[in-house]
Nanobody, 129 residues
């Protein structure tokens, strides 16, 4: 079992940066692939970024690559999402997710929400002038 708690959301102006954090419980954090998803007003939940377990390979939505960076600190059981050049379209609730930790998922699997089992409650990011 793992609990995920997101933090770092807030109100920012277009062009500014923000870093989200996701703190995970448990002793086997290294076993989990981690991801960020988001859901904007009236939109479906969409993939943002993922990071593979162990090796730490990263994956991004094509439209976000270059602006968003996912990273993990296994010593702190924490995953981060660094967001830069924020746009109003980035306004959404951002969710942290972890898989079951039993399979070394990679490639296309990490883009799918069905891959993940544990979810945080989300943190609101609002980009507005």
């Amino acid at each position: 079992q793992v609990q995920l708690v997101e933090s770092g959301g807030g109100l920012v102006k277009p062009g500014e940066s923000l870093r989200l954090s996701c703190a995970a419980s448990g002793r086997t954090f290294r076993s989990y692939a981690m991801a960020w998803f988001r859901q904007g007003p009236g939109n479906e939940r969409e993939f943002v970024a993922a990071i593979k377990r162990n090796e730490g390979n990263t994956y991004y939505a094509d439209s976000l690559r270059g602006r968003f960076t996912i990273s993990r600190d296994n010593a702190k059981n924490t995953v981060y999402l660094q967001m830069s050049s924020l746009k109003p379209e980035d306004t959404a609730v951002y969710y942290c997710a972890a898989d079951r930790g039993t399979t070394d998922y990679g490639g296309p699997y990490l883009y799918q929400s069905s891959t993940y089992y544990y979810w945080g409650q989300g943190t609101q990011v609002t980009v507005s002038s």
